[in-house]
């Protein structure tokens, strides 16, 4: 019979600064380490987040993987890796752990293999023949997908749904430390002027232009008004083009990777997620247990975190000036958005805490392992990390 703590192999391409990372820092952080030994395998030197999965405990192994469509050679190694860790269970985030770490996993024994799909599938991209072709082997290869949103699943056609959540406790405005947040308001140079922030990579899909051309008819309205771009990737030098073009510069700072989420997020007045897609959203997750009022557009999984005017704003996406009167009307009136920081924050108290999220994925795993068969599992792996 296999005795507890039982092994647990996460495998995920980086550790950068990202939503899927986080969740995972954060479910490694909370899991029974009574019923689950957890480790993470890594494939890219994105490491921004590895400070704090050690701090946490966390062993954290980098393989290097080569970011190709079927690294054969890479693959042979990794699944002799695999096999000597002898994992009873393996858990695969995004592309590159989805495709090459879940076979490796199959090919090395490993009977449980779990992966969660973070983030949508573009409706209008088509997948090419190989794209075609790994679907089918995923199918095989993966013993279930666990989609973080209704979306998503609705889109790949999965049954299991565990949405996202997050730290109730360390997102609490009342346990912040005034000190680290001046400090952190004083190293980016705010004054106390109106402050928007948006959380999240710099990619398209995310849709910071579309705000930044709303940002002219804010100023008008607030001209000390600033705005905070946190996060880092492909479309930089466009919204930094952008900035000038629309002659803001004064009024734009682009952070690039923050770690300071707590702290960045209490300087914040409102969050705007702008995006043209979005399978669910952390960052709202944060702003909303930090009671911060969240605009943001009407798609994906954010559809599920908000109620329209009660815990939030929903807009259309690609739409700047419904953009424009969304935020202006929330800054027109400071007792709503009170109260909108307050319903948000007890949504994620009812909804989208991260023990309620760790408890689900304990009892998925437990249940997949018993289906394995007799000596799988001893006893109930049913607690949390207290």
């Known amino acids: 019979m296999k005795r507890y703590p039982i092994p647990i192999m996460h495998m995920i391409y980086g550790l950068r600064i990202g939503g899927a990372e986080r969740l995972l820092l954060e479910l490694c952080k909370t899991l029974d380490p009574k ?32 970011p190709t469509e079927f690294p054969v050679f890479d693959l042979l190694g990794l699944t002799r890796f695999i096999r000597d860790r002898a994992p009873a269970l393996v858990h695969v985030h ?25 983030s949508l599938r573009d409706p209008n991209a088509r997948p090419g023949k190989r794209g075609i072709l790994w679907q089918l082997v995923l199918k095989r290869v993966v013993t279930c997908t666990v989609a973080v949103s209704q979306a998503i699943a609705n889109q790949i056609g999965t049954p299991y749904v565990i949405h996202s959540a997050v730290d109730k406790d360390f997102f609490d405005t009342t346990k912040l430390d005034k000190n680290k947040v001046g400090q952190f308001a004083e190293k980016i140079g705010l ?9 999240g990579r710099l990619v398209k899909v995310k849709g910071h232009d579309v705000l930044l051309k709303a940002l002219p008819d804010l100023l008008r309205l607030w001209p000390d008004l600033r705005l905070l771009l946190a996060g880092d990737g492909d479309q930089r030098a ?8 629309l002659n803001v510069r004064p009024h734009v700072t682009l952070l690039g990777s923050v770690t300071e989420v707590r702290e960045l997020l209490a300087c914040t007045d409102l969050l705007v997620q702008p995006s043209r897609m979005e399978g669910l959203g952390i960052s709202v997750l944060e702003a909303m247990a930090m009671r911060i009022p969240v605009v943001a557009t009407d798609v994906g999984g954010l559809r599920e975190l908000i109620n ?15 953009l424009f009167l969304a935020i202006q009307g ?57």
């Open 94 to 118: 995004l592309y590159h752990a989805s495709r090459i770490g879940a076979m490796a996993a199959r090919i090395a024994g490993v009977r449980t293999i779990v992966r969660t799909k973070h």
């Open 35 to 66: 019923l689950f030994r957890v480790e993470v395998v890594y494939f890219h030197e994105d490491e921004d987040l590895l400070g704090e999965f050690l701090k946490a405990g966390v062993p954290c192994t980098r393989f290097p993987v080569q």
């Open 238 to 245: 466009r919204l930094e083009f952008m900035v000038d073009e």
């Open 308 to 322: 329209n005017g009660v815990d939030g704003v929903l807009v259309e996406p690609d739409d700047p000036g419904n």
């Open 191 to 199: 004054t106390g002027s109106p402050v928007l922030t948006v959380l």
């Open 330 to 386: 929330l800054f027109d009136d400071p007792q709503r958005m009170l109260q909108i920081g307050n319903s948000a924050r007890y949504k994620i108290e009812k909804s989208f805490d991260l023990v309620g999220m760790a408890l689900k994925y304990q009892e998925l795993y437990t249940d997949l392992l018993r289906e394995q068969g007799p000596g799988e599992l001893h006893g109930d792996a049913i607690g949390i990390r207290e």
